[in-house]
């Protein structure tokens, strides 16, 4: 069975100190994986999403990058965090283009910046 | 782009009764049609998901109707009890590749004992 694991599961990070959020999806070969951002009470809006491994697209732009460096690990990060990054960050992933399954999701990274 | 909107915002309801959720949407090429929910700090957990050519599924207790003429999509919650209480999110997308999903703004369901 597949799992999703998100690492850490909550973070309480300074303005202007720099974030590293990690996703690892384990029994699944070569998944689209993304990336959600949730506002504290809202809705989720798409970040990144990537097909292959090196491969990632953005999709809005909040001054955070994102990386694939494996098949089965997704890594979100910035230099410098903005007050506005706080919220709940979501991974998620579904099965190689072709095949529609609805993402599935992590546990989540609950972020407060200070 | 696609929008989509969610109602109502809050809904409470006794245990036993149903609880009805609508979502619409505005673009007609939406590939697949999904609901979320959403316990207190914690993830999303897939509830059910329907292709664009499905009107009607039903699975434990969940019923979600596609009304693709009105661009409508609907879960029904029959026989709630306090355990279903939660955030529920419709969510839909158009492009399979991207797994760019357009959620709802969320319905926050309170089932009283």
């Known amino acids: 069975a597949q799992t999703i694991h998100q690492w850490p599961v909550a973070e309480i990070k300074a303005v202007g100190s720099p974030l590293s959020l990690g996703c690892t999806i384990k029994?699944?070969?070569?998944?689209?994986l993304y990336w959600y951002w949730q506002a504290t009470g809202g809705t989720l809006q798409q970040l990144f999403y990537s097909i292959t491994v090196g491969q990632v697209e953005s999709v809005v732009q909040l001054n955070l990058s994102a990386s694939r460096p494996k098949d089965d690990q997704f890594i979100l990060s910035t230099e410098k965090l903005l007050l506005s990054h706080s919220g709940f960050y979501l991974c998620a992933w579904s099965p190689p283009a072709g095949r529609r399954q609805a993402p599935l999701f992590g546990e989540g990274t609950r972020l407060s910046v200070l | 782009g696609e929008q989509v909107e969610q109602r109502p915002p809050h809904l409470s309801v006794r245990e036993g009764d149903s609880a009805i959720i609508i979502c619409t949407y505005t673009?007609?090429?939406?590939?697949?049609f999904s609901w979320y929910k959403q316990e207190a700090g914690a993830g999303l957990q897939l509830l059910m998901s329907v292709l664009s050519n499905v009107d009607r599924k039903e699975e434990q207790g969940l019923t979600v109707l596609l009304n693709k003429k009105d661009k409508r999509l609907s879960l029904n919650l029959t026989a709630a009890h306090p355990g279903d209480s939660a955030v529920y999110f419709c969510a839909v997308s158009v492009d399979t590749n991207t797994g760019k999903l357009t959620f709802g703004d969320g319905t926050v369901l309170t089932v009283k004992p």
């Open positions: 029994g699944k070969s070569s998944p689209n």
């Open positions: 673009d007609s090429a939406t590939a697949y």
